[in-house]
């Protein structure tokens, strides 16, 4: 199992720049597929980003294609989401995801871009 801790998260102007990070503890951090979802107000939790365990294969939400970006350092046992030119609409609870057989959750970290 794999405990997920989610920093970097807060306040960001439109067209401006954020980056979040997870952090892994436990064993094996690369069997991990890791993603990064989010929960905006009144809506349905939906995939953000995703990076397979190697690092070179990632997949995005049509809506943050082109804007984020997601990478990993096995090295250090975390992925990050770097968020460029956020939309009032990316504001949401994001939460760092760990796959293998069965999925592992961080607590979330709040985003609220606003002008």
């Known amino acids: 199992q794999v405990h997920l801790v989610e920093s970097g998260g807060g306040s960001a102007q439109p067209g401006g720049s954020l980056t979040l990070s997870c952090e892994a503890s436990?064993?094996?951090?690369?069997?991990?597929?890791m993603g990064w979802y989010r929960r905006a107000p009144g809506k349905q939790r939906e995939l953000v980003a995703a990076?397979?365990?190697?690092?070179?294969?990632?997949r995005y939400a049509d809506s943050v294609k082109g804007r984020f970006t997601i990478f990993r350092d096995n090295a250090k046992n975390a992925v990050l989401l770097q968020m460029n030119s956020p939309k009032l609409e990316d504001t949401a609870v994001y939460y760092c995801?760990?796959?293998?057989?069965?999925?592992?959750w961080g607590e979330g970290t709040q985003v609220t871009v606003s002008s």
């Open positions: 995801s760990a796959h293998y057989l069965q999925d592992n």
């Open positions: 436990g064993k094996f951090f690369t069997i991990y597929e």
């Open positions: 990076v397979n365990q190697a690092g070179d294969f990632t």
